[in-house]
């Protein structure tokens, strides 16, 4: 039999993570001591009230059936914790929870696109953001992020043709993967650019707790007419060390809010109930623990820093999120060679920036993953292969 799959799986290659994990396994395999800085998976345990309150959810039988829709006390935990972080007030029909912040992204332009409708696109970005649109058949138009910029849009440099066509602008910030953040002059600005040119703002939101050098995380939200414009992804992956329970929040506007509840209500039932709950013990508990991760993740970034560039590779200083972005050393002619000649020789594996676009093309993307101690050892291991002596 002959099987003829759809023309969009000819978009698609395997996940730069499955090809790093593969060879990872091989190293292993032969015995080398191996430092993951690829894969943004937090180090960190989940609060402790939130694992509890889970494995209590989970005792209840009637906690396995079909979730349908988020339980009120969920609702109000989000309410109740936009205002305490954000000074942002919401209602109840803002707000849907989504299995993750990449499933949400994944589909609501569903409920946003029809085909050839012009979304525009962070370049370098992580791959969901233009693969979200794709799926949507929408039409991907890229701004160009530009370190001389420190990564902030350019939304004078968006041409006005093109603005004028756009149904949608998807922006993150504190920005994945080139680790930057901005200022909070920039939101009005960006609100302002979505009402003149009638454009939806949709805003990830996953690193606003991880800032640093006096950037502080906000909320699109916290900023008038915001809830005019778009819509905002926040998840509890990286704030509360949540990745693998799948729980993140749409939260905006109404009108896009309650398509995308109707959209969902065709293709999902729900988060697990005994995730509900956990979500909810996170977000009602002190903000203590999101405090100390912040801070040894400044420690994490500063030793890094330091300590490759000691070892032969300088490694810029991020502003915001769990990663760093950093140019590769010259004598590389592609970000892909470069990271597979070090996972080689050092054992020490972090993501080429070609995974995320042309635009990354001669850098990489490097999590905090590792504790200060284990950094200090990938440097050691780094400086031993004589790498960047030849």
């Known amino acids: ?27 292993i395999k032969e ?5 993951d800085f690829s894969v943004g998976t937090p180090d960190f345990v989940p609060e402790k009230a939130s694992m509890e309150a889970l494995l209590e959810a989970a005792h209840d039988p009637a906690k396995f059936k079909y979730a349908i829709a988020d339980i009120p006390e969920l609702t109000e935990a989000v309410i109740g914790w936009y205002k305490r972080r954000y000074g942002v007030d919401l209602e109840a029909d803002e707000i849907t929870s989504v299995n993750g912040s990449q499933e949400g992204l994944a589909h609501i332009g569903l409920t946003l696109f029809n085909p050839d409708d012009v979304c525009l696109v962070p370049a370098p970005c992580y791959p969901i953001f233009e693969i979200g649109p794709f799926l949507s058949g929408a039409h991907i ?8 910029n420190n990564y902030e849009l350019d939304l004078d440099s968006i041409p006005e043709d093109i603005a004028y066509k756009a149904k949608a602008i998807l922006v993150s910030y504190p920005a994945n993967p080139v680790s930057a953040a901005v200022r909070p002059e920039f939101y009005p600005k960006l609100i302002a650019w979505a ?3 009638n454009v939806i703002v949709i805003h990830d939101n996953a690193y606003s707790e991880m800032t640093f050098d006096g950037y502080e995380g906000t909320s699109f939200l916290a900023f008038e007419g915001a809830k005019e414009v778009g819509v905002e992804f926040n998840s ?27 959209l969902r209500s065709q293709i ?19 903000m203590d623990n999101i405090i100390n991760n912040r801070e040894e993740y400044r420690r994490r970034r500063e030793v890094l820093s330091k300590e490759f560039g000691e070892a032969g590779w300088p490694v810029k200083l991020s502003t915001g999120s769990m990663f760093m972005w950093t140019r590769i050393p010259e004598k590389y002619k592609s970000s892909n060679d470069f990271v597979m000649d070090l996972m080689e020789k050092t054992g020490v594996i ?3 920036g070609s995974a995320f676009g042309e635009d990354g093309e001669g850098y990489a993307r490097l999590a905090l993953t590792h504790s200060v101690e284990e950094i200090k050892e990938a440097a050691k291991a780094i400086k031993e292969s004589g790498i960047f002596s030849k």
Do not use: W
Not at 1 to 27: C, P, Q, S, W, Y
Not at 241 to 249: K, V
Not at 268 to 286: K, R
């Open 31 to 35: 015995g080398k001591k191996v430092y």
């Open 236 to 262: 509890l992956s990286k704030a509360y060390n949540l990745t693998g329970a799948r729980i993140s929040f749409c939260i905006g506007n109404k009108q896009i809010i309650s398509e995308f509840k109707k």
């Open 1 to 27: 039999m002959e099987i003829k799959f759809a023309d969009r799986m000819n978009h698609f290659k395997d996940g730069i993570f499955t090809v790093l994990n593969e060879k990872k396994r091989e190293l």
């Open 141 to 148: 138009e890229y701004y160009h992020l530009k370190e001389e």
């Open 195 to 197: 009402k003149k040119y």
């Open 350 to 352: 972090v993501t080429p």
């Open 268 to 286: 999902d039932y729900g988060v697990f109930l005994p995730v509900q709950y956990a979500a909810v013990a996170a977000l009602n508990s002190p």
